[in-house]
């Protein structure tokens, strides 16, 4: 099974990347199935249905949210009509679900999203969820385990690996907008700290530096915009998993707005 994640979908720069770019990196890559998160789609901030239904027709199958979610508050209508979760550690009456199970080509395959505890608003402890999740996954006997653990704080992430490594496909680190450089394969997951967005790449996080700017200068915050025009970058993860549930090879395809690639390699350890 060959799957595609795509991290924050930062605005309409981001949007119309996957719409140039998915289509065909679907058909030449044989990809089976294609996660991305949503929680910046819309403007930076949350999901509308009509973002939401422009991801899902150039090629997403479900999505993944985070501390975002909820920005657009019809999101809240939207879970029950589309493929899409928010962070399985919000409390049990926020609206939504955090676990989504799918059969792809007869295999049951598990996205979960968590949300990291630094700077993130009060959820339940990530870890402790996610490992109960994962437990009971596996004892309903699916394998093949997909993890969105959008945080902040590398050190999160990189504990969610050591935590459930050895009982998931992949953990992929989301939110923080900005690519890490240490994709690898560990005990059959892939790992990598942090995606990258797909959006613009020469603001600040996908924004229009101005607002942030003018906030480490003065202490004043004020709203934060995506530009209507900017460079812009897809960071686009595939990873192949084997019968198993485990990760085989990965690769991080940086793709380019005028189309260029740069491919980053993971494969299986070696002892
Ligand atoms: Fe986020």
Known sequence: MRIAFIGDVVGKPGRMMLQKYLPLLREEHAIDFVIANYENAS????????NCLELLECGVDMMTGGNHSFDKKEVLTL??????????????????????????????????????????????????????????????????IVIDMH?????EKQALLHILGDKVSAIVGTHTHVS?????????????????????RDGVIGMDPASPIKRFMTGIGSHFDVPDHCK?????????????????????????????????????EID
Request: charged share 25%; with cysteine; aromatic share 6%.
């Open 43 to 50: 403007h930076g901030f949350g999901l509308t249905e009509k």
């Open 151 to 155: 945080a902040e704080a590398t050190s």
């Open 79 to 144: 879970f029950d009509k589309y493929p899409l979760i928010r962070p399985a550690n919000y409390p049990k009456s926020t609206p939504g679900t955090g676990v989504y199970e799918v059969e792809v080509n007869g295999v049951q395959l598990a996205v979960v999203n968590i949300l990291g505890h630094y700077t993130m608003p009060m959820v339940d402890n990530p870890f402790t969820v996610a490992d109960d999740i994962v437990e009971s996954l596996v004892q309903k006997n699916i394998k093949h």
């Open 232 to 268: 812009s970058i897809s960071h686009i993860l595939l990873v192949d998993l084997d019968k198993e549930g485990k990760s085989l090879e990965a690769k991080k395809l940086k793709i380019y707005d005028d189309g260029s690639i740069v491919v980053t390699h993971a494969k299986k």
């Open 180 to 200: 890490t450089d240490d994709l690898q394969i560990v005990k059959g997951c892939c790992y990598i700290t942090d995606l990258g967005l797909t959006g613009c």
